[in-house]
């Protein structure tokens, strides 16, 4: 495998429904992988396991850096991969405008840092594993609902951009909200029908802004303020 074969920033990677992209990089070193064309993306990929993937042991951090869903959008995969820009060169998640849906399928983590969202992106629905929003991230779009499945985390990292303004539903089960570093502001209604539990490190502060609503509870841990 060659870790550059579409580091050229020119030109544009298109999965169509039915195929799939696997940003693993067979025997490519950790983070090594950085596809910096254009990727654009639709469909479940195969077999319904993800259009873009990473699925062998190896984390890559700095897998996408700009893509596009060109309908509704499956994430999935064992490993983790990040769209992931700096604070320099922002990444991007478009959708060309288009309200359209997002899962993350599987148990692994998926970081989506320093990128700019398009404000039409709908629904977010977090299967499993860990999501998290880093850094200048401008949020996860303005309609539908971001959606944390049983067993699934959502991660907030040195949030920089401030507040995470969308809507949020902690679906039955148990669930995970957890500041990973700095202080976080979430400013979209939450409703929580499990058992959430909410943690941070020391001295670091998780706000939630609007009204909490629904049938669960929520458990404090560690030694943030919230």
């Known amino acids: 495998a060659n870790a550059g074969a ?3 920033t020119n030109g544009t990677v298109f999965i169509p429904l039915g195929a799939a992209l696997d940003v693993s990089g067979q025997g490519i070193a950790a983070s090594a992988v950085a596809v910096k064309k254009l990727v654009n993306v ?14 062998v042991a190896t984390n890559q951090q700095n897998a996408l850096l700009r893509v596009t869903m060109a309908g509704d ?7 983790r991969f990040d769209i992931r820009g700096t604070p320099g060169q922002h990444g991007a998640l478009s959708t060309g405008g288009a309200n359209y849906n997002l899962t993350k399928s599987g148990a692994f983590f998926f970081s989506i840092a320093n990128v700019d969202v398009d404000t039409a992106l709908s629904n977010v629905d977090v299967q499993g594993g ?11 779009g303005s ?3 971001l959606t944390i499945e049983s067993g699934a985390t959502l991660q907030l990292f040195n949030m920089t951009n401030t507040t995470l303004p969308k809507q949020i539903i902690f679906a039955a089960g148990s669930e995970t909200l957890t500041n990973a570093l700095g202080n976080a502001t979430i400013t979209g209604p939450m ?11 020391t001295n670091m502060t998780i706000t939630l802004n609007n009204a909490i609503s629904g049938s669960g509870s929520l458990v404090k841990i560690g030694r943030a303020h919230v």
């Open 73 to 79: 959008t499956t994430f999935g995969g064992s490993s």
């Open 42 to 55: 639709v469909g479940t990929g195969i077999g319904g396991a993800g259009a873009i993937v990473n699925n």
């Open 191 to 201: 409703t929580n029908n499990g058992t959430l539990s909410v943690s941070g490190g």
């Open 6 to 8: 579409l580091s050229a």
């Open 130 to 140: 860990t999501l998290e929003v880093n850094g200048a991230t401008t949020g996860l």
């Open 143 to 145: 309609p539908g609902a």
